[in-house]
């Protein structure tokens, strides 16, 4: 499994309308790619217009696939609005999963 985590800084002005087109026209695109195993969006929790997509993929051929063969250094922005959406240049870094035990339940939080 290989971690995909996407950065960017968001025109304050648009930030919600970005976080629709992302969740109603990339989202799509990701959930039928082969490979795809998921993914979170998130917002800033300080109140900065900054996305963090984090996606999940089974292999490196599925990423490539759907990212281009310079995956591992190109952020994919897709066809405009992205552009028009961002504040600077987006960033992107891969991880993969270490072992962890599992957590232990405490109750609600």
């Known amino acids: 499994m290989i971690t995909r985590m996407w950065e960017a800084g968001v025109r304050p002005e648009v930030h ?12 799509p695109l990701m959930a039928e790619a082969d490979g795809f195993a998921g993914g979170e969006l998130y917002t800033a929790y300080d109140g900065a217009s900054r996305l963090v997509f984090i996606t999940h993929w089974r292999d490196e051929t599925s990423l490539e696939a759907f990212a281009g ?8 922005v897709g066809a405009d609005p992205a552009g028009d959406f961002l504040d ?5 870094w891969h991880f993969r999963p270490l072992p962890t ?3 232990e339940d405490t ?3």
Do not use: K, M
């Open 16 to 27: 919600d309308e970005f976080v629709r087109w992302l969740t109603d026209q990339v989202w």
């Open 69 to 76: 063969a310079d995956w591992l250094r190109e952020p994919v």
């Open 88 to 92: 600077g240049t987006p960033r992107v």
């Open 101 to 103: 035990p599992p957590a």
């Open 107 to 109: 109750g609600s939080i």
